[in-house]
């Protein structure tokens, strides 16, 4: 009868002894091996001065918490925030933080003033084929109207971006 020592890459830590086959080979085993000594663990840990299985099923545990005032609470809130790194330390994060977020709505409003442009060129050919080759001049001056507004918001949209993205080179100029 031999004896065979095998090293488990599950559990590097634990070395197995095979009999002729006795070795766990299924990965399922070794799961479930690991899954009980996990569960018998946590529940020791569970214990802690109380037995866990004499508790009645919904029913909170009779370990009592320690209850503090509302007044009590506050305080340690204040002195929390007190203790904390000094403001100006946080300064330079929260401007970092700033422009990081400055620089994402800016990439935001370059893309919603591309496709704005896209929707222009799309309305004026649009506005083509219904008046020039469908001769529907009746829509052709709704599509106009939507044309106008259309463009109207470019125009704001493209104000608003070059305000926001010197802003955001004022922050970047700032920052360094």
Known sequence: MSVTVV???VRPH????????SLMSDPRNVAHAKKVSQEKKHQVADVDGHDARHGQPGK??????????PASASAT???????????AAQ???????????????????????????AHLE???????TVEDELKQTDLGGKVADVYAVQSAFQTSLTTLLEAYKAECDRMQGGSA
Do not use: N
Request: aromatic share 4%.
């Open 122 to 128: 799309r309305l004026a050919a649009i506005q083509m």
């Open 91 to 117: 300064a330079p994060a929260a401007r970092r933080a700033a422009l990081e977020g400055s620089l994402v709505v800016l990439a935001q409003l370059k893309d919603l003033e591309f496709h704005s442009r």
């Open 77 to 87: 809130v204040g002195e929390t925030q007190d203790t904390s790194a000094d403001p």
């Open 14 to 21: 634990v070395l197995q002894h095979a009999h002729k086959g």
């Open 60 to 69: 909170k545990s009779a370990v009592a918490t320690p209850k503090t005032d």
């Open 7 to 9: 090293w488990s890459p």
